[in-house]
C-alpha cells in the first residue's frame, strides 16, 4: 500500500541549497532575521540554546536536529549571557570554512552544521502545512546516524556529495515527520497519520487517488461511520476529507504539468478526473490559474 508520507518527500523532492559548519566557544548570542524558507540545524559536538521567535527556548545537545520549516527570526547562544551580533541568512553561503561564534581561538565547545533546504517540486508550502513551527528530534539513534553522515559528507567533500546529501537531507526530513505524528503535529496528513483509523483511510486515497472516491466509501475503509468519519478527519486533518483530496491531486498534477510534462488529457485521467474539462475547472479554481497556463507558466524552471 502507498505510503503518504514517503509520497509527499518525493513530491518534495528536498537537496541541500547551502550547508555550512558552525562552531562556537566562550559567549556568544547570535541573531538571524527572517529566512522564510525550510531550515535545518544538526549538532555535531557540544550544546547550545536556541531561541525561535514565537517558540519556546530550547537547549541543543549533540546530536539533535532542528527543522524550522518557514524559519522566522531566531537566536542561537551560549549557555551564558552575551551581547547579541546580527546576521542576515539571505547574504550566507555555503563555504569551506567554519563560521565561528564567540572567541575564535581554541578548540571550539560547540560545533554544528547550519543550512537550508530547496524543494524541486511544484508547492512548496506543502511541508509548512505538514509541520509544527520548529522541530526538535532528541535521542533518535536513526537520526543521529544521519546526522554523523552528513556531517562526514560536509567536511570531507567527497566526489558525489551533492547526491549523498540530497538523499540523506530526505530521510532527515521522514525522520524528523515520523517524531511530529505522535501529536505534536498541527492539524494535517501527519497528525492524521497518527491516528489508527484515519491512516488507513489517508493510505488508500493516496494509493489510489485516480478512484472516485466518495466519503462513505472512506468511512467504511477507516471502520467508522460517515457521519463520525467526517467530523474525526476535519479535526484531525484540518479539512473535510474530499477538500484534502482535491489537494493532494492537485499536488500531483501540478507536479505532472511541470515536471513530467504530460498532457493534460493524462494527468486528469492519472488524477481521478473522468474529463478535460472537469479536470481543468477543478484545477483553475484550486491553482487560480487553467492547467495548460500553468504548465506554460512553468516552463525552462528547475525539473
Known sequence: ????????????????????????????????????????????????????????????????????????????SSLGPAPSIHIDPHAMASGDGELRYGEQGGEPEMRSLGGAFLFDCADPK??????????????????????????????????GSEFMLSHLVGMMLIEGMRATTAGSAPPGLLRGLGDERLSTALRQMHAHVDRPWTVEQLANVAALSRSAFFARFSRIVGVAPMEYLVSWRMAIAKDLLRREKLPIAEVAERVGYASTSTFSTAFSRHVGQPPRQYARSDQGRVG
Open 1 to 76: 500500500m502507498s505510503d503518504p508520507l514517503s509520497d509527499v518527500v518525493k513530491l518534495l523532492q528536498p537537496r541541500a541549497v547551502f550547508a555550512n559548519l558552525i562552531s562556537g566557544k566562550g559567549h556568544y548570542a547570535v541573531r538571524y532575521s527572517e529566512y522564510g524558507r525550510p531550515s535545518f540545524c544538526i549538532m555535531l559536538a557540544g550544546r547550545c540554546l536556541l531561541a525561535v521567535d514565537g517558540h519556546e527556548e530550547v537547549t541543543l545537545n549533540v546530536g539533535d536536529f532542528v527543522l524550522l520549516p518557514a524559519t522566522p527570526a531566531f537566536t542561537i
Open 126 to 159: 506543502l511541508i509548512v502545512s505538514l509541520l509544527p513551527g520548529v522541530v526538535h528530534v532528541r535521542d533518535s539513534v536513526r537520526l543521529a546516524q544521519l546526522v554523523r553522515m552528513v556531517g562526514e559528507e560536509c567536511m570531507g567533500q567527497q566526489p
